[in-house]
């Protein structure tokens, strides 16, 4: 294979019953993806180790069944508001908005309907050194409880060197707030956790929450704490830190304000599997990243393998705007007024390929 390419197969059907598809594309680096249509679930995202050995780095389930009836937001895009808003109420413009709330009394990732529900229209695009496959959805006014028709556009694009990026457009008709990511679980080792991978965050700042996982305040320093990750740290010791942030979330639940840089896209974290095996880089125009390293999973889903997906088994780098914007002006803006395109863009690289040559599937 020379150039990237993009392929469709069915898989299976939705609880609305409408098809899901699977669209792969694959690259001469010997990255491949696998996009689902139901939620936009990335499915897969295979990548060669300093070896050349291709497995897949993201946790999954093994139909779309399991997706919708237990699935933890595995790889699903995330909307209309990604994380946590305080009571599942904002007020915008002088109106108050209820989402319903289904986490401790707060609303989580859009609402129990949220995007990670729907199934998505999906158009593929070959371009140069590029295949792509667009996704496309309209939320209507009102839809779980946001104000404003919603029309958003995510593309995954894989291009020659294995960059997957994932970029986000939105246009509303009335005033309304976005916040949208990507929830994939990553794994880069093969192995049951992630407590052997090291991760290092570019940010000086990060929120601390209470005990609903809401944040209580400005951003505050990383020093002198289990957040300062501005170099590498193994995940195993942090996780075992004696620190109350840590203890409330039995590990990292958390987002990272992230340091401006001198262009809107910028990295934001680095992630590499033990021995270094295989190296992820975390590049976005978005001004925080949360954290969350599979606290609550507990070995009961399984991959198609019937591999178990238990505690600490994967790591969520989420990048998007701070929890809880919608009532907090100090942090930054999340409104989406009409006449206005919203836009974000994410990139997972994956340096260690420079150095990686014959890939093979395992």
């Excluded at 009571?87 to 949220?114: K, M, N, Q, S, W």
């Excluded at 998007?320 to 006449?339: K, M, S």
């Excluded at 206005?340 to 093979?360: I, K």
Aim: charge should be negative; include cysteine.
């Amino acid at each position: 294979m020379t150039r990237p390419t993009v392929h469709h197969r069915p898989f299976g059907t939705a609880p609305s019953g409408e098809d899901v598809g699977l669209w792969r594309l694959e690259s001469p680096s010997g990255v491949h993806a696998e996009i689902l249509t139901y939620g936009g679930i990335l499915h897969a995202l295979g990548v060669p180790d300093t070896a050349g050995e291709t497995a897949s780095v993201v946790l999954s389930l093994a139909s779309v069944d399991q997706y919708a009836e237990k699935g933890p937001y595995f790889g699903a895009l995330i909307g209309r508001y990604a994380n946590r808003i305080a009571h599942g109420r904002f007020t915008l413009d002088g109106t108050t908005y209820r989402i319903p709330v289904t986490d401790r009394g707060h609303a989580l990732h859009g609402g129990p309907e949220g995007f990670h529900t729907k199934v998505w229209h999906a158009t593929p695009l070959v371009e140069g050194d590029s295949a792509a496959v667009r996704l496309a959805l309209h939320s209507p006014d009102g839809d779980m409880g946001f104000p404003g028709a919603l029309d958003i556009t995510v593309t995954y694009t894989l291009d020659a060197c294995g960059t997957l990026s994932v970029e986000y457009s939105t246009e509303t008709d009335r005033p309304t707030v976005v916040n949208t990511t990507n929830h994939a679980y990553f794994n880069l080792g093969g192995s049951d956790d992630i407590t052997g991978h090291t991760l290092q965050v570019d940010a000086t700042a990060y929120l601390p929450v209470d005990t609903d996982g809401i944040p209580h305040g400005p951003a505050a320093a990383v020093a002198g704490t289990p957040f300062d990750l501005t170099s590498p740290r193994r995940l195993g010791d942090q996780l075992l830190a004696a620190d109350d942030q840590i203890r409330r979330a039995a590990g990292y639940d958390h987002c990272w304000a992230l340091a401006a840089g001198d262009t809107p896209l910028r990295r934001a974290a680095r992630l590499t599997a033990p021995a270094g095996t295989r190296v992820m880089e975390v590049w976005t125009t978005e001004p925080g990243i949360q954290v969350y390293t599979a606290n609550q999973l507990d070995g009961t889903l399984t991959d198609v393998n019937g591999r178990a997906h238990g505690r600490h088994s994967g790591i969520c780098l989420e990048t998007q705007h701070f929890p809880d914007t919608p009532n907090r002006p100090d942090y930054p803006d999340a409104v989406l007024r009409p006449g206005t395109t919203g836009h974000s863009r994410t990139e997972f690289r994956f340096p260690h390929l420079a150095s990686t040559s014959n890939p093979r599937e395992s």
